[in-house]
């Protein structure tokens, strides 16, 4: 087995500490790219001594931040020739969060972590996944992007840069939604822009797993109830790990670009209706993804918003 170069962000807790450390334990080169580098470096020295690797690196990135981004990707650049894998794992999620909050470049927090900022590292980052001969992104998405198999669901173009912060309602569930959304439709037109450089690019639909003590200690006491005890039924971290490693290292995903896969490891496809009953059964279901992502002019509309935003940072 070739020793893979793999960068995950957001990899001090969580699924993105169960992946470091598969990735690790597999006897790979790990870059965890993490925001917190106090917090990170407790989790890098455990994944070392648990993985008995200590090829796993940890470099400062805050994924909200162009300059942070910029700054990362020029230091790793500067150490590393190549980039095998590359996962973007690292969500804003603020749970019971209200208040409206802005990147250090003017975008809303949420957009700015989940979905331009997986796209400018991606961009600046794309010489080093050439070099490879196996170059692989991975997007984590959710399952929160069902809610656009309601018709009316639609992203919130217009507020992106606070334009309404003081009239119009925030939500942190529907920006974290929209966001990944928009990160899936950025997966398959980034998938297209990339194929003839021999870069794969795929996303996979998150299911519940349980989550991690530094996430619920970021709660308000009320989330934090719920949220232990949700963590009673739901699966550990370390499955979700196991298929991210699968999906970037499997032989048989070689050639497969521009797909979203459910936690199942299967390929999911566009819904072929989402009308009455079928609009039931695509939410309960994890075989099909709204007909909202694959629409020409959604995609291409994030696309030049993307470019726009991080072309002019």
Known sequence: MRERTVIITGA????????????????????????????????????????????????????????SIRAFCAAYEAKYPRLDILIHNAAYLNHGEKEYKLSPEGIELTFATNT??????????????????????????????????DPKRQIEFDNLRGEYSGSRPYSTYKMYGDSKMALLMLSFKLADELKDRGINVNALQINRVRLSKETIQKMSPAWRMLARAQNLINPPSSGMADTYYYLVTSDELKQVTGQLFNHKREMMQVAATEQGFAQLTNILGSTAYPRHASDIRNMQRIWDLSLSLIEGS
């Not at 917190?36 to 909200?64: F, T, W, Y």
């Open 12 to 67: 001090n807790s969580g699924i993105g500490k169960a992946a470091a450390l598969k990735f690790a334990t597999e006897g790979h080169h790990v870059i965890m790219a993490c925001r917190n580098l106090e917090i990170s470096r407790v989790a890098q020295q455990a994944i070392i001594r648990a993985s008995n690797n200590p090829n796993v690196d940890l470099l400062q990135v805050d994924m909200s931040s162009f300059a």
């Open 116 to 149: 331009f900022g997986p796209l400018l590292m991606t961009r600046l980052l794309t010489e080093r996944l050439a070099a490879s001969q196996d170059p692989r992104v991975l997007h984590a998405c959710t399952t929160n992007i069902k809610h656009f198999f």
